[in-house]
């Protein structure tokens, strides 16, 4: 079977099984398996697919159908322009975690800062950090032992192993060094709202790194606590919050002793991040 036939039929069985991407993901997939451009496909549609990858492209599609993310089937997931491996031990990296760097790399760009990533996943924040301050190092630390191996794996294929460190820790228990810098996307969804995510996230991503207790700030608030521990004097703390959270933990940092320099919002206009430092 051609190229153009390949898709369209995978696109057609993606749509039946209610995908709404189910073109752009019947693509996706099928130019991962062949190590090609989704550009290619578009180019090249009229040349024969062998029956080794229509095996490889069917067993992709049944796992799409079941409504495995694109990412996990991949193995990838791109975040700043760059792709990071990730499995359903991490997170899929989000473009609404990019809003948490911009201003960050903006204040420290050219300094030498060391930085801590708390609940680091992939390592794609810190990761990305390092890339653009050239001069920095850091550490990533989360409790699952998994993710920190994805996370190594991914400092490797970007150069970063000798400026990085990732190891595995409950944060009640960390008591390394002092930090410019404590950035964290913690699980922030109240119990209350986990019914309400999609399969996609409840069948596959780590429930772990999600709820976040009755109201969806237990993990906020030991990031919060500890940061008064682990930031050096005028540095930055930086968490990513969940919708309808930002007056409560605006709160909690005033009463640490947080003072707020910015607050970014997604693109729905909620308050997505918050930048406080140390009065």
Known sequence: ???????????????????????????????????????????????????EIRKKYNCAIKRR??????AYITGKKEFWSRD???SRSTLIP???TELLLYKVINYFKKKNINILDI????????LTLLKELTFSKGIGIDISAKAIQIAKINS??????????FN???????????????????PYIPLKDMKNLSEDIIKYEPLVALRAGFDGLDLIKKVIYKSNYLLKKNGLLVIEIGNNQY???????????FREVSKEYDYKRNVRCIIVTKV
């Open 119 to 126: 609940g680091t996943g992939s390592g794609c924040i810190l």
């Open 156 to 165: 490797k294929r970007l150069g970063l192993e000798f400026r990085s460190k």
């Open 65 to 70: 159908i079941n409504r495995e993310p694109i």
């Open 247 to 257: 007056l409560k933990v605006s709160a909690l940092l005033k009463r640490s002793n």
């Open 1 to 51: 079977m051609i190229l153009e036939n390949t898709v369209r039929e995978a696109s057609i069985c993606l749509k039946n099984n209610n995908i709404n991407s189910h073109e752009l993901d019947a693509q996706i997939i099928l130019s991962d398996i062949m190590g090609v451009t989704r550009e290619f496909l578009l180019v090249n549609n009229n040349i024969p697919i062998s029956n």
């Open 168 to 186: 595995v820790f409950d944060l009640r228990n960390f008591k390394e060094g002092k930090y410019n810098l404590v950035i964290s996307n913690p």
């Open 94 to 96: 989000r473009p609404e």
């Open 84 to 86: 990071f491996v990730v």
